[in-house]
Structures are given as structure tokens and as C-alpha cells.
């Protein structure tokens, strides 16, 4: 499902949009995601999902990060990241799939890179798996018998992304820094609404705080505060471009009391206020755009645009 936010009940307009169940694969168009016609504001992601386009050119932004659109343009989004896509032809298929669709499967969705521009036989070959796929889960939806064939035709598709050139297998072997930083993003990401100290990670982590500084310095040449900050910066980014909740609020969700903190921290991290960046959130991203440094799970590359 793709919804506008995850605050309150009351606090979410009905998108419409079908749920996807813990195991299931459903295929749609890309207007299917969209809030409004024109997609007025991002949406904030709940499920995993593939965007191939097929017709018009456009722009897409996925975590405020504006990524040219064309035929062959392939988009991995992640729950809990925000997107929008411009472009009054722009059109694709959409394959979305619940957490539980591939256990079991020897494969990881993350080794597909957030953005590509297919070409060539790999266009051809991805082209083909993905109208397939979109064929099958037509044809045969509500048919559990059809259910291990589509887990398989998902599989076997992200594995063939995953081995693009490019996408990842040519990364060198993990060092001990890129272990621990990958287990600082871990803890990050199930901790960030509680706590900001990197002594509190270091101590669930059973390491130093240098430790972890030294391996976000060698992973990402920003430090492990660094690291933290940006992934808060991101999260309160999403909630005041896709939802309505109150900023305070906002800013209490993610471990500051006071308005007045919460406003001076996103400020400096992202270089506008909560308020002027939630103002703008209409508005498709510039050639330039002020927006949050890359955090430990964004796609972007390091530094501001």
C-alpha cells in the first residue's frame, strides 16, 4: 500500500490505493501510486516496488533526489521513502511486493540500485520479465497455485538487476569498517526516534565511539554523528513533505520535546526551516535544491545539491 504518511487515522486521506498482503506481488500502472492527479506532493512509501517506464519523459524524486525519466528508466524505492514523479506522459509499470514475498529466496532486493537507465539486451531482458510478470499476476490473480511462480519471476528479475554492470558485485570485499558501519546503520535505523548520542550506539554495539567514527569516516567521510543527524534530518524531510501532521508533533516523534530544538536542528542539517521546507514541498525540485546530505540509507550521493 502507499499512503501519504503514517501518523494518526485521522490525519490520512483515502488514497485508494489496494493493500499488498505480507506474501503478495501486484503489478499497476504508476498512476495507481499517485495521491492526486498531477502528484501535487510525494507520497510515503509502505512497500517495496519496481517503476520501469515505459512511455513519455519526465522526472522522478525519491528522497528529494530528481532523477531524469525516460523508456528503460528502472526506479527501486524502499518503504518508508517518499516519491513523486513528474511528467504529464511520463507512464511505467509498477511491480509492488510485501515483506514476506521472498523469504526463502537467495536474493536481496537492496543489491538493486535505486536508479538506472536500462539499454541494449539488458533493457530488452528486463523489459521482457517485467511485462511478463505483470502478464501472469494478471492472469492468474487469486490463484495461490500461481503464487510460487510469481515469487520466482520477482526473484529472478532482481537477480538479473542485481548483476548489471554497475550494480554492485564489483564493490570490493567488506572490510571491518564496512561491517560495523553496516551494523551502526542497522541500530540507527531501529533507534533514531530515541536517541541522537552516538555513546548510546557505540554501547549496543559493544565497540568505541572512535570505532564507529572511524569506519562512517571510511565508508562515507562523514562522521558517525554526521551519520545519525541525516538520517533524522531525512525522516522529519519525508513527514513534512507527505503528510499534514503538525511540525511539533513531528519534531516529537523523532526526540524533541521543544519545538524550538526540533526547529534549530533541521535548519542546520538541511539549510531551511521545517515550515519553508514544508511550503515548498509543492513545488518539483529545481536544477539546485536544498535538501537533507545523504543519510545511511539514501541513494543520493554525499554532500548538498
Known amino acids: 500500500m502507499v499512503t501519504t504518511g503514517q501518523p494518526s487515522p485521522a490525519t490520512l486521506p483515502d488514497l485508494s490505493v489496494p493493500p499488498v498482503e505480507a506474501d503478495e506481488i501486484v503489478t499497476g500502472a504508476l498512476a495507481d501510486l499517485a495521491p492526486t492527479p498531477g502528484w501535487s506532493r510525494p507520497v510515503l512509501l509502505d ?21 531524469p525519466c525516460r523508456p528503460g528508466t528502472l526506479l527501486r524505492a524502499r518503504p518508508g521513502q517518499v516519491l513523486r514523479c513528474l511528467g504529464p506522459q511520463l507512464d511505467a509499470t509498477v511491480v509492488r511486493w510485501g515483506p514476506e514475498t521472498l523469504r526463502g529466496l537467495e536474493v536481496d532486493p537492496d543489491a538493486v540500485p535505486a536508479y538506472r ?84 550506539y557505540a554501547a549496543q554495539l559493544g565497540c568505541s565511539v572512535r570505532t564507529l567514527t572511524r569506519a ?67 513545488q518539483p525540485l529545481p536544477v539546485r535544491m536544498v535538501r537533507p546530505r545523504r543519510p545511511t540509507d539514501s541513494p543520493a550521493p554525499a554532500g548538498r545539491a
Open 47 to 67: 512497500v517495496d516496488l519496481l517503476i520501469l517506464v515505459t512511455h513519455g519523459h519526465g522526472t522522478a524524486e525519491l528522497d528529494f533526489r530528481a532523477l
Open 117 to 200: 537507465q536500462l539499454a541494449g539486451e539488458d533493457e530488452d531482458a528486463v523489459i521482457s520479465e517485467v511485462t511478463q510478470l505483470a502478464v501472469d499476476a494478471d492472469r492468474h490473480a487469486g490463484v495461490p497455485a500461481a503464487a510460487a511462480l510469481l515469487r520466482h519471476q520477482l526473484a529472478v528479475l532482481l537477480l538479473r538487476l542485481s548483476l548489471l554492470p554497475g550494480a554492485g558485485q564489483d564493490r570490493p570485499a567488506p572490510r571491518a569498517e564496512t561491517e560495523t558501519f553496516r551494523r551502526l546503520c542497522r541500530e540507527v535505523e531501529r533507534g533514531y526516534r530515541h536517541t541522537r548520542r552516538v555513546e548510546d
Open 216 to 282: 562512517c569516516l571510511a565508508v562515507t567521510g562523514r562522521s558517525a554523528k554526521q551519520v545519525i543527524d541525516e538520517r533524522v534530518a531525512l525522516q522529519a524531510s519525508r513527514l513534512l513533505a507527505a503528510t499534514d501532521e503538525p511540525i511539533a508533533r513531528i519534531g516529537r516523534r523523532l526526540g524533541f520535546p521543544e519545538p524550538t530544538n526540533f526547529g534549530r536542528f533541521f535548519t542546520r542539517e538541511v539549510g531551511v526551516s521545517p515550515g519553508a521546507f514544508r511550503a515548498a514541498r509543492e
